[in-house]
Structures are given as structure tokens and as C-alpha cells.
């Protein structure tokens, strides 16, 4: 499958995160796009922010959502420090698509990186840029904000957009960016952009698939918790510790007799 079938006119593009075999799985069933983001370090490592996720990481979490992905195309994060140069870029990404077999990798920036986009695109690597609210380029969780406020920041999350329209990367995830100027770029964009905390006239959409299960404690006003997952974990465990301490687990039925 390929994201070119993908248009700013087709239906919406539904796109969600997966770190491991099972979440593929499932989310396979429903979505365009998984991504085996560098949000896993948050998701699933307590971490504060994706700045010490690694690039073994990422391919071993690759690896494990490539077994459960059949129909989804599927983009796998370069985290931070792995694409400083083009033949560092070039190097790491092959190594991501040839060890994971993803479709895609995924680069955090715009004009800054253009070269390094441009460099992998013509050494035929599908590539999906990230602009807005760039996480790698957070070392404090208390600089995580919405950006469009102020004219720098919406000029340069603008100029950002351009650059990459016209490189030819898949499309592009508009990240925590306020909706006026995430309603601009999408009316005028000629590839798909995907928001996060954008806007609701972006071409899809794509959340963190622990936020909207309710699994995680981040809860930014652009996730919707479908589910308060975490309550029906803790609910399971404390039946099985009763049950364990009155001695009525195990019961006969879960005996080898």
C-alpha cells in the first residue's frame, strides 16, 4: 500500500501510534497510517520527553509493530541526533526501512532540515515531515505549548510548510499549532496534512493510541479519551489481589488435575 493514493480530496486519513505486536494488531484493522513514534519513550518508558529515545529502540519497536501491520502503511519516527547530516540521515534511515520494512520514516523540522529531506528523498526514501510543535526540540515538558500565537512562530511553522509541500514527502503531521493558521496551511496545501491539536479541516488526523484508551495521564485538550483504560486495569488488579489473599484464586477450574 501506498500513502500516494492519499489526496486532499479523498475521505479523511485516520492515523494512530503503535509501539508493539498486539496495538498493531489492532489498529491495522482501522487505520491508513501507523506510526511507531518516538512518543514511545513517553508512552511506555516514563520518560518526560522523546529526547532519549534511541535508534535501537526504534527499530526493535519497528520490528514488533511490522508483525501486526498488514494493510497500514506505516512510518516509523528517526529520533533526535539521527539525521544531523545527509549521510547520517541516509545511513540511519536505510537502516530503519531495511531492519523494520516500514514504509516511511519521519524527520521533525522543515526549512532548517530541507537539504536532509531533499537528500533522502532522492536516494529514494519516502519521507513524512513533522512541523508545528517539534517534541525533540523539548528538554523541559513545561515548553510543551500551542504555537500560531505570535507572528514569529506562525511565520516560520508557514514557511516551514512550504518548504517541505515542495519536496515531496508523503504529508505532513501539523503538531499543537493554532487552527487559524492550521485552516490556512490545509486550504492550501497540495499534499495531506495530518493534525494533532491543529485544526478539524486537516485531511486526518493522529493521535497517541495510550491517550485516547485513557492509559496514560496526558490529557492536553486535543485528546479525546475514548476509554478510561487505566480504571479498568487498576478495577482487574485489585479483584485479583482480593482474590489471591481470601485464597479463591486459584479455584479448581484453573487446576491441572
Known amino acids: 500500500m501506498g500513502i500516494k493514493k492519499f489526496s486532499t480530496h479523498a475521505k479523511p486519513i485516520v492515523c494512530l501510534t503503535a509501539y508493539d505486536y498486539k496495538t498493531a494488531c489492532i489498529v491495522d484493522n482501522y487505520c491508513d497510517v501507523v506510526l511507531v513514534g518516538d512518543s514511545v519513550g513517553m508512552a511506555l518508558y516514563g520518560d518526560k520527553t522523546t529526547t532519549k529515545v534511541t535508534l535501537e529502540m526504534m527499530i526493535r519497536h519497528g520490528q514488533s509493530v511490522r508483525r501486526g501491520v498488514k494493510k497500514s502503511y506505516m512510518v516509523v519516527d528517526m529520533p533526535k541526533n539521527t539525521y544531523n547530516t545527509k549521510a547520517?540521515?541516509?545511513?540511519?534511515?536505510?537502516?530503519?526501512?531495511?531492519?523494520?520494512?516500514?514504509n516511511a520514516v519521519k524527520l521533525e523540522g522543515g526549512k532548517k532540515i530541507i537539504n536532509i529531506i531533499n537528500y533522502l528523498l532522492k536516494k529514494k526514501i519516502n519521507v513524512v515531515g513533522h512541523i508545528g510543535l517539534l517534541p525533540q526540540s523539548i528538554s523541559n515538558p513545561k515548553n510543551y505549548r500551542v504555537l500560531g500565537k505570535e507572528k514569529k512562530d506562525?511565520?516560520?511553522?508557514?514557511?516551514?510548510?512550504?518548504?517541505?509541500?515542495?519536496?515531496?514527502?508523503?504529508?505532513?503531521?501539523?503538531?499543537?499549532?493554532?487552527?487559524?493558521?492550521?485552516?490556512?496551511?490545509?486550504?492550501?496545501?497540495?499534499?495531506?496534512?495530518?493534525?494533532?491539536?491543529?485544526?478539524?479541516?486537516?485531511?486526518?488526523?493522529?493521535?497517541?493510541?495510550?491517550?485516547?484508551?485513557?492509559?496514560?495521564?496526558?490529557?492536553?485538550?486535543?485528546?479525546?479519551?475514548?476509554?478510561?483504560?487505566?480504571?479498568?486495569?487498576?478495577?482487574?488488579?485489585?479483584?485479583?489481589t482480593y482474590d489471591v489473599k481470601r485464597k479463591k484464586f486459584p479455584s479448581i477450574k484453573n487446576l491441572y488435575n
Not at 547520517?88 to 516500514?102: D, G
Not at 506562525?154 to 504529508?171: A, H, P, S, W
Open 154 to 240: 506562525r511565520n516560520k511553522i508557514y514557511t516551514d510548510f512550504k518548504y517541505l509541500e515542495n519536496t515531496g514527502v508523503d504529508f505532513i503531521i501539523l503538531e499543537s499549532v493554532k487552527k487559524k493558521l492550521a485552516d490556512k496551511i490545509c486550504k492550501e496545501s497540495k499534499i495531506p496534512i495530518i493534525g494533532i491539536g491543529a485544526s478539524n479541516k486537516c485531511h486526518g488526523q493522529i493521535l497517541v493510541t495510550e491517550d485516547l484508551l485513557g492509559f496514560s495521564n496526558f490529557t492536553p485538550k486535543f485528546v479525546k479519551k475514548y476509554l478510561n483504560l487505566n480504571k479498568i486495569i487498576k478495577s482487574s488488579i485489585k479483584k485479583f
Open 88 to 102: 547520517q540521515a541516509f545511513k540511519n534511515a536505510k537502516k530503519i526501512i531495511t531492519k523494520t520494512r516500514c
